[in-house]
């Protein structure tokens, strides 16, 4: 673990050897203190975490069957996506498979939570009615609150807008062991943004680097980044709408702005279109869910996120040397 920290100091290659003699290292580190510090204090915190921060093996994202990943360097044409595909399964089925990916789901985070090496981000993107937080409560019922944390972002505060666009959301990327979900996220910054012309053509074209660069200082870091798209059509968010208009206990849920930002549905899918094809990489694709049975959604996503989670192979970190044998005193 100590080698592998080396590498942040001036002289050591990639794999920790040193390159250039190790007299030539002393001199380095003597006129950088600070790095020596920041090198010291790694070492300092690496016997006591099992993965301390730096490079990570990527992991694969595992979609659903039925979900559409955005290949990296490849368009997406949404208007090609079918928001009604139900993949062939059974709705009753489909139900009672989601409850086993909620089991497996808890497993695993206990595990992560143990572990408490790396983390997970889930992020969720929709056009209003889309679906966000119904999937939120649905996947995610049964994980423990205290590994898990979402964050809703609304209209920026000044403070917020007085910082550089990803300020808000990295504050609030999951700490090691943890499980972050993004009810809306550093997208909205070429979404919403774009739409509205909140800030010149080149400010929000300049940020799709920014973002695949954000999201790669995540992944490399211990992040596994997964992106939801929920796709639904404009007819079903018709019905969403009229059903919140008529049931007074989904009033609470109707926002009039929303009929409003429905004008502007065809700026909408371009400018969801564009970010998924301009933003789906390789350590962070985009994935489209269709999204108009909600049941399905809930399902292909509950699984991805299983499966996923699996791949990450989370592991309890190793118990003290003779545990086992230790009595409790009366
Ligand atoms: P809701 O999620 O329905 O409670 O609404 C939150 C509102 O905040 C939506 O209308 C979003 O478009 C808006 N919003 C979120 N992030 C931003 C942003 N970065 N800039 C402007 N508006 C935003
Ligand atoms: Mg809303």
């Known amino acids: 673990m100590s080698k592998k920290h080396g590498k942040h100091l001036p002289g050591h290659s990639q794999d920790g050897s040193v390159t250039d003699g190790p007299d030539r290292h002393q001199a380095a580190r003597a006129r950088a203190p600070s790095t020596a510090v920041w090198a010291g204090a790694a070492d300092a915190i690496a016997g006591t975490v099992p993965a301390a921060l730096g490079s990570h093996r990527q992991i694969p994202i595992l979609a659903a069957p039925g979900i559409v990943a955005v290949e990296p360097g490849t368009r997406i044409d949404l208007s090609a996506v079918d928001a009604d595909a139900d993949g062939g399964l059974d709705k009753l089925w489909?139900?009672?498979?989601?409850?086993?990916?909620?089991?497996?789901?808890?497993?695993l985070q206990e595990r992560l939570y143990a572990e408490r090496a790396r983390s997970l981000l889930l992020v969720f993107q929709a056009i209003d009615t889309g679906g966000k937080d119904g999937t939120i409560r649905a996947v995610l019922k049964g994980v423990n609150p205290q590994g898990c944390t979402v964050s809703s972002f609304k209209v920026p505060s000044s403070d917020e807008?007085?910082?550089?666009?990803?300020?808000?959301?990295?504050?609030?990327?999951?700490?090691?062991?943890?499980?972050?979900?993004?009810?809306?996220?550093?997208?909205?910054?070429?979404?919403?943004?774009?739409v509205k012309g909140l800030v010149p053509d080149a400010v929000w074209q300049g940020r799709y680097r920014l973002i695949n660069d954000f999201e790669r200082l995540l992944t490399e870091s211990g992040t596994v980044v997964i992106k939801f798209f929920l796709h639904i059509s404009k007819d079903e968010q018709k019905k969403r709408l009229e059903a919140r208009i008529a049931d007074p206990e989904k009033h609470w849920?109707?926002?009039?702005?929303?009929?409003?930002?429905?004008?502007?549905?065809?700026?909408?899918?371009?400018?969801?279109?564009?970010?998924?094809?301009?933003c789906s990489s390789p350590h962070a694709p985009w994935l489209v869910v269709p999204a108009n049975h909600k049941w399905f959604r809930n399902y292909v996503i509950a699984r991805t996120i299983a499966d996923t989670l699996e791949a990450m192979d989370p592991r309890f970190?190793?118990?003290a040397k003779g545990i086992a044998d230790l009595k409790v005193p009366d």
């Open 94 to 107: 489909a139900k009672d498979a989601l409850g086993q990916e909620r089991e497996r789901i808890s497993a």
């Open 161 to 194: 807008l007085d910082h550089d666009f990803l300020w808000r959301y990295h504050a609030k990327t999951p700490g090691r062991g943890m499980i972050g979900v993004f009810n809306r996220s550093h997208y909205e910054d070429v979404l919403v943004v774009r």
């Open 253 to 278: 849920k109707f926002d009039p702005a929303d009929l409003v930002e429905r004008k502007s549905w065809d700026a909408y899918q371009q400018a969801f279109s564009d970010a998924l094809s301009q």
């Open 317 to 319: 970190p190793k118990a």
